[in-house]
T-cell receptor, first 116, second 111 residues
């Protein structure tokens, strides 16, 4: 079974530029998560999708971050414009979860973003 | 809100030695996940514990959830260089089923 795919693996941009990350979850997984992980900290949930609907985006900085999951499969996360404090690893995860319960989340390799 | 504290923050262990990492919650744990992360990369699922007193093992790694369900420990026997990395615990929130995370324990294995 193929794992969660993410691209790019690394990205370096100047502040105020825009950037987009792509994620393809494990086939058949209904729920997709985007996390931001700053060095030395645990992951912080940015947005959770179930199929193509948003379940939780309470911690997504909506003035600069946006995400979509068209057709309930792959997803993109965009930052526009980027700030220095956005430098982090962006993790995508997926799970079989289909309702109000938890299930094991499987993570992609992450995208390491550096904003200069 | 629920918080997870991991200890120690970092650990340097001689290859072949045993070690233990702890994850302590401010509230009762309903589901506790252990993941391993190589620096700057994705998280690899290790184990999930749900019942008080539960213990699971995978190769040389054993995880336990204590009876009172507010602490979990991860024990590595006869450590190897492949065990090096960051170990993260994640717990189900009692309010919205999201995972809350500890800050991680960085493990270095000295040859």
């Amino acid at each position: 079974e193929a794992g969660v795919a993410q691209s790019p693996r690394y990205k370096i941009i100047e502040k105020r530029q825009s950037v987009a990350f792509w994620c393809n979850p494990i086939s058949g997984h209904a729920t997709l998560y985007w996390y931001q992980q700053i060095l030395g900290q645990g992951p912080k949930l940015l947005i959770q999708f179930q199929n193509n609907g948003v379940v939780d985006d309470s911690q997504l900085p909506k003035d600069r971050f946006s995400a979509e999951r068209l057709k309930g499969v792959d997803s993109t996360l965009k930052i526009q414009p980027a700030k220095l404090e956005d430098s982090a690893v962006y993790l995508c995860a997926s799970s079989r979860r289909t309702g109000p319960s938890t299930d094991t989340q499987y993570f992609g390799p992450g995208t390491r973003l550096t904003v200069l | 809100s629920q918080e997870l504290e991991q200890s120690p923050q970092s650990l340097i262990v001689q290859e072949g030695k045993n070690l233990t990492i702890n994850c302590t919650s401010s509230k009762t744990l309903y589901g506790l996940y252990w993941y391993k992360q190589k620096y700057g990369e994705g998280l690899i699922f290790l184990m999930m514990l749900q019942k008080g007193g539960e213990e699971k093992s995978h190769e040389k790694i054993t995880a336990k959830l204590d009876e009172k369900k507010q602490q979990s420990s991860l024990h590595i026997t006869a450590s190897q260089p492949s065990h090096a990395g960051i170990y993260l615990c994640g717990a189900e929130s009692d309010s919205n089923y999201q995972l809350i995370w500890g800050a991680g324990t960085k493990l270095i294995i000295k040859p």
